[in-house]
């Protein structure tokens, strides 16, 4: 049977982006049904090709071909969702309203639900229910992994081996990858190269690719050396003859410098586990912890009055979440647990989105009192905390900035001064990007410069709330050497189950139901021990978790508390609440508004006076929500101190 054609092909396609080409003469073609992986390190373009295969990038020269009537869907980095409903979201396309509402459900969520005030797991799901909603013959996913639980993502991969649609995804998760993939596009040296393979074949086979062009320029440099010493001894001989050599010499000179140029610089990570802690890190005994809701079941606080996760923690905690979920009277995060971790331990830590994975962490740290039961901390420890909010990161100050908060123009790192443009080399950032704000780094970047920050200082214990996010899979493996050498102890967040197979020495699994267990090793060996413990794990903010609409898995539900009777707040309170309801619904618009201007790449160059009022009206939209957000909820829990 005859081969059937591409749905789109790229021939000979060049990009320029700045001083030298972005692509430089990339072929790539997709093929029906294909599920091809697109990988290569962050910053060599994965994104804008997949833009250029879709047409939304025209590229210099090249062609592009495009099977005629094929439909395309498209899931960016960062989406984002508009229209009132998640229904009028995602039947804003071509999807049929029935079809979208099919898949939202699929993906667990509520058709009905508000636009506003959604978690980023929640955006995602809701961006891959769109897509699949339209039923495209090619979908186009870039990371959608990040920000999904375990479950989502296995769902995903689920309905992407069982889908008729070719796919073309850009991600980091080789778990992801190794499962969905037949086919892997090598975004290197500004061309691309394709192994007609899943991914999992995809490391021997780059492997022995890279050892051959690097031997291949080994001979160039011999030849150039042998080249360079027979010219210079041949200097008493004919002028024409010297010229043709000086010419040919010449030529291989610029041959191999443009080979250097395609070499990649390497990511240098340095950890320093400092001063050595006790034996015994922390001992746990009998701990729980969860939150009470007040009365009226539209709001919760922590059971200590005042260690609430705030809702950027737990999105489920946010007051939109709240007013539109009803809630439990009490929810319990985990309860007794008991465990010791002992230096060098490499603890895992699993769950759904919002089981209280970071509760946990800071209720083990000493950050948080447990309801019940006892956190013993070891001596000695000298902690450092990677947050994957990305906390104290501030879009407008610059990566100078973050590097020397106190100032000047070294860092101290790992107890030596360096200086600040040589350190952010090491983090693979340029000189010129050091008086750039944060806002216009990508995701990667960002997250390497959390990596800088952090590994800056000594630690005996390192915690890691989801490092793998956005970083490519070259810094992944650099990481991934550097804790496997690292003598400190490590506890580890994360949805990236390779990660976890590959440095967790134990697992902690919490399902959202309150219960927890523990697993000496990875996933795989917590998956094997504890089959079912995450199925049907409910959602925080009472919505289903994500299921696979073929399955028709039942929800575990939980009937609210009796609802008492309340006092009513005084005119001028109930006035200003309702205010803050307002601005609590319409600021995040607001805010999508601005970062979606925000996020044309060319408009600091072009407009910097522009870039820098975007900037800073999100910033005050954004404070603007915070303290909205805070006050809405000191009014609503004096509205449920009055009811009794």
Do not use: C
């Not at 969905?180 to 190269?193: A, I, M, N, P, S």
């Not at 946990?360 to 001596?379: I, N, S, W, Y």
């Not at 030596?416 to 000189?431: I, N, T």
């Amino acid at each position: 049977m005859a081969a059937r054609p591409p749905l789109v092909a790229l021939k000979d396609v060049r990009l320029q982006d700045g001083p030298r080409p972005l692509f430089d003469g990339v072929d790539l073609a997709v093929e029906p049904r294909s599920r091809a992986a697109l990988v290569g390190r962050n910053g060599a373009g994965k994104s804008t090709l997949m833009k250029v295969v879709m047409g939304l990038i025209e590229p210099d020269s090249g062609d592009r071909s495009v099977q005629s009537a094929t439909r395309f869907a498209y899931v960016p980095q960062e989406p984002i969702i508009t229209g009132e409903t998640l229904l009028d979201y995602a039947s804003s396309g071509e999807a049929e309203p029935w079809t979208a509402e099919a898949w939202l459900t699929t993906f667990g969520l509520d058709p009905a639900k508000s636009t506003q005030g959604l978690s980023g797991g929640e955006t995602r799901r809701a961006a891959l229910a769109k897509a699949f909603a339209e039923e495209p013959d090619l979908l186009l996913l870039d990371e959608p992994t990040n920000h999904l639980d375990i479950l989502a993502i296995e769902l995903l991969e689920t309905e992407l081996i069982s889908a008729r649609f070719a796919l073309l995804v850009v991600s980091h998760d080789r778990a992801f990858l190794n499962r969905v993939t037949d086919t892997v596009h090598w975004l290197e040296g500004r061309r691309v190269r394709t192994l007609n393979k899943g991914f999992v074949e995809f490391d021997d086979w780059a492997a022995k690719t890279l050892e051959e062009e690097a031997e291949s320029l080994r001979r160039l440099t011999k030849t150039i050396e042998r080249e360079t010493e027979t010219f210079y001894r041949s200097i008493t001989a004919r002028r024409s003859r010297n010229e043709g050599r000086a010419r040919a010499l010449q030529a291989m000179r610029a041959e191999r410098a443009e080979k250097m140029k395609d070499v990649p610089r390497e990511l240098s990570l340095g950890v320093d586990s400092g001063a050595t802690s006790g034996k015994l890190v922390a001992e746990i005994k009998g701990v729980s912890k969860g939150f009470d809701t007040v009365a009226s079941g539209e709001s919760r606080v922590a059971s200590d009055g005042s260690a609430a996760p705030t809702a950027e923690q737990d999105p489920s905690l946010s007051p939109l979440a709240t007013r539109h979920s009803p809630l439990p009277a009490r929810r319990t995060l985990f309860k007794n647990l008991t465990t010791r971790i002992m230096r060098g331990d490499r603890l895992g830590i699993v769950g759904p989105n919002g089981a209280g994975k970071t509760t946990l962490v800071k209720t083990l740290l000493g950050e948080l009192p447990p309801d019940e039961g006892t956190v013993r901390l070891g001596a000695n420890l000298e902690p450092v905390y990677l947050d994957q909010s990305r906390e104290g990161l501030k879009s407008d100050m610059t990566l100078w900035d973050a590097l020397t908060p106190g100032g000047g123009d070294s860092i101290l790192v790992r107890g030596v001064s360096k200086h600040v443009a040589a350190y952010a080399k090491e983090f693979l950032f340029s000189e010129a990007q050091l008086r750039q704000p944060i806002s216009t780094l990508s995701g990667g970047e960002r997250n390497r410069l959390l990596l800088a920050r952090a590994l800056a200082k000594p630690a005996n214990l390192l915690v890691l709330d989801e490092p793998t996010n956005d970083l490519d899979m070259d810094t992944l493996d650099k990481l991934e050497e550097l804790l496997e050498g690292y003598d400190g102890t490590l506890i580890l967040v994360s949805h990236d189950r390779d990660f976890i197979d590959r440095l967790a020495t134990s697992t902690l699994a919490l399902n959202g139901r309150g219960e927890i267990v523990e697993t000496p090793g990875g996933w795989t060996d917590f998956i094997r021990q504890n089959p079912g413990f995450l199925q049907n794990s409910p959602s925080p903010s009472g919505e289903g978790r994500p299921r696979s609409g073929r399955t028709g898995a039942a929800e575990e539900t939980v009937s609210p508390a009796p609802q008492k009777k309340t006092a009513k707040l005084s005119y001028k309170d109930a006035r200003r609440l309702e205010e803050l309801e307002k601005l609590i619904e319409t600021l995040p618009a607001t805010i999508a508004r601005h970062d979606a201007a925000l996020s044309d790449p060319d408009l600091y160059a072009r407009d910097p006076k522009a870039f820098d009022a975007a900037m800073k009206a999100a910033e005050k939209a954004r404070a603007e929500l915070e303290s909205a957000e805070m006050e809405w909820l000191e009014l609503e829990e004096k509205k449920a101190a009055l009811a009794g």
